[in-house]
């Protein structure tokens, strides 16, 4: 869930904060002010790069031109993006999903969404 903890990365270090009650529960019951739920810290050592999309984009160019190694292949991209269907899923039924996802759930759930969505105009701020 989206109110369970949060992830950041920063420094070369990935900090997950894990917490011991959900976000929204503990804001129902807690009475003090600036008051925050305990939680867990853990931090992951990363490779401190960040390539992100270029960085695969580049990966795949110099494996065809030059045989190098991708750094993420079709298999990896496929988990990528079922992870993010699982948190847009999670997120729209508002519980924990598990993987592997299931498809028709998620299908039917975009659709409903799809079929609500609208247009967006852009507008000036001046």
Do not use: Y
């Amino acid at each position: 869930m989206l109110d369970s903890g949060k992830l950041v990365c920063e420094d070369g270090n990935l900090h997950v904060f894990k917490l011991d009650v959900n976000e929204r529960k503990f804001n129902l019951i807690n009475k003090e002010g600036f008051k925050a739920p305990a939680f867990v810290h853990s931090i992951s050592e990363t490779d401190v790069q960040s390539p992100q999309h270029i960085g695969v984009l580049k990966s795949f160019a110099a494996a065809i031109l030059r045989g190098e190694p991708l750094i993420a292949d079709g298999i990896e991209g496929i988990r990528g993006l079922s992870i993010s269907n699982a948190m847009h899923l999670s997120s729209w039924l508002g519980k924990t999903v598990s993987l592997p996802l299931d498809e028709e759930l998620f299908l039917n759930e975009l659709k409903k969404r799809i079929s609500i969505s609208r247009i967006k105009t852009q507008q000036s701020f001046f």
